[in-house]
């Protein structure tokens, strides 16, 4: 392929260890798959991952208690049969070592670890326009270069502690979830306190309750969390999957969220009763899962009205569960309509809130000033902690990327082209950035979708799209800025006319003082963007320019 062809470079027993084909960033499961798929296309392949090992999201995130919101059976590769009849998952949601062990499974399967540099940082990174090559900087492995860049870094993978005065003083120890020890961490006997109270903080606090000798959960909003239902995965539930593994899969590429088996509703939550309405959620609530009970009725992110009454249906849950009316009172979230903010599956999370070692702070009321050598003061009180949690979440969907110093043509940097937010074309390709492709970029369903599904997807379509550029002897494609503007506004539009503007979520970069405000995930649903991209490609790559060298393409310039 451009200057060094795939079948020129298939074989190749010994090749310059800073020269690759193509190069990807991350060993998460979207860079293993990438790397099992370029791999076969005989490219010689080098993937820089910043952690020891394989896993990415799941290699980072082992605090207590952290597992999958999405059922074990679906959240998986499916683009091997063998792969997917032969493991087994023990539970119905995936725990985090569970998970872990799968991805190093598929990692050994497929001898994937050779090709992979770990603890490698990928610092920079700039398109040379007259070689067509772009130049990767790393940490540890000096320069290296490829005609083709696969970005698998992420949505959720650059932990953030908020900026609080003085906690280089704390004399406990402080954690972030997403960066948790190895070795693992026992609370038993020690005063703690916890900052944040999204999935992350959700999951880990039932858990640090039953070892703290008391917890103390500093809550800045409030958000929904519905009942996981976790239990031991059903024999015969795994059985039927199985054996519907393939047809499951080709049909979730069909729906919005890229999982099978939930019939779209068809009525509105507003022209039922509201007893119907009532059995309904009630209905849900004991099945368990997000997707499920969203999808009670049609218009539950898109309608307000209808939305309340699944919003006030949760509230009253929560009240009729947390003895202390006060707590319940704090706990219910007023501030967003459910759903809007990623909607959370818990265990006994707010039964926790009725254990005596266990005291909710309300951290909007009376905001964390700083953090002092003992502890935490807000703005009413201290405490004192041998150890602080920060559940504080990441700089989603663009953090990694932009932790790199990324150079496209022109010497346009990223930063520059994202100061007002992110903008790619399909979340797949950015205008300015020749060859460089995003595994679920912002603009694409990506964390919207069932994760496994959305990489293997994007990773499909690059795939399909550099055996385009091989058979067609193309060496060079990029994103057309008016299509990239297009989809951008595209995209804006489809969030626009849902409810999920209006929470202040990680969606919409509220999370980060001073992140532009911008909706970052694909909404229009997994179908109709899978539908989107084939359509494109099917038109030989419609909104991108494809040129064999880069001297042909400055002689159209
Ligand atoms: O992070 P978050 P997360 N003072 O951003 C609070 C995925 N995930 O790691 O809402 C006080 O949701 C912040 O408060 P506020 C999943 O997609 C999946 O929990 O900004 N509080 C919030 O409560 C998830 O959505 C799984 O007011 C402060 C919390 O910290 C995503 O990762 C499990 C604060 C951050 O919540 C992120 O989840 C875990 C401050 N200065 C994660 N700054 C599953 O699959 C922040 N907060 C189940």
Known sequence: MSSQSATETKGTAEKSASQFDAIIVGAGVGGLYALHRLRGMGLNVGVFEAGADVGGTWYWNRYPGCRCDVESMEYSYSFSEDLQQE????????TQPEILRYVNHVADRFDLRRDIRFNTRVLSGQFDETSNLWTLVTDKHGAVSAPYCIMATGNLSTPRVPDFAGLE????KWYHTGLWPHEGVDF???RVGIIGTGSSGVQSIPIIAKQAKHLHVFQRTANFSLPARNAPLDAGVEKRHKAEYAERREAAYDTPFGIAGFPPPTNSALEVSAEEREAAYEAKWAEGGSISFLYAYNDLLVNKAANDTASEFVRNKIRATVNDPAIAELLAPKDHPIGTKRLILDSDYYETYNRDNVTLVDARAAPIEEITPAGIRTRDAEYDFDAIVFATGFDAMTGALLDIDLTGAKGVKLADKWADGPRSNLGLMMAGFPNMFLITGPQSPSVKAQMILACEQHTDWIVDCLTYLQ????????????AEDEWVTHNNEVADGTLYPLANSWYMGANIPGKPRIFMPYVGGFDRYKRTCDEIAAKGYEGFTLTPTRLEALAGD
């Open 87 to 94: 493991w087994r998952w023990p539970e119905r949601y995936g």
């Open 169 to 172: 003083r704390f004399e406990g």
């Open 188 to 190: 038993s006997g020690l």
């Open 471 to 482: 058979t067609h002897g193309l060496a060079r494609i990029e994103a057309d800025q008016t």
